[in-house]
């Protein structure tokens, strides 16, 4: 069984920074990319950040810049550095494991609140 967890989010003030942390374990099979997605309420999720295991990484638009993504030291970990948050960040993050077929494994999510 697979277990991805996010941790991390809570609530920080516009321009705050956060740094949301993932960890994936179990029977986890072809996988050379991590990625983090978010969703904000009545909008549909969308990727923040992703990098694979060959180094590269991209962003969405509208937190380049501002966030950055790096894998960890232990095997399937994934960390989201966000700076300078901005009121539109407000989101359930999502971490997300898979490869150039489709992220496969997800976790339940972690809450970050940005207050003015």
């Known amino acids: 069984q697979v277990q991805v967890v996010e941790s991390g989010g809570g609530l920080v003030q516009v321009g705050g920074s956060l740094r949301l942390s993932c960890a994936a374990s179990?029977?986890?099979?072809?996988?050379?990319?991590m990625g983090w997605y978010r969703q904000a309420p009545g909008k549909q999720r969308e990727l923040v950040a992703a990098?694979?295991?060959?180094?590269?990484?991209n962003y969405a638009d509208s937190v380049k810049g501002r966030f950055t993504i790096s894998r960890g030291n232990a095997k399937n970990t994934v960390y989201l550095q966000m700076d300078s948050l901005i009121l539109e960040d407000a989101a359930v993050y999502y971490c997300?494991?898979?490869?150039?077929?489709?992220?496969?494994?997800w976790g339940k999510g972690t809450l970050v609140t940005v207050s003015s």
């Open positions: 997300a494991l898979g490869n150039e077929y489709g992220m496969h494994y």
């Open positions: 990098t694979t295991s060959g180094g590269s990484t």
């Open positions: 179990g029977r986890i099979f072809d996988i050379n990319r």
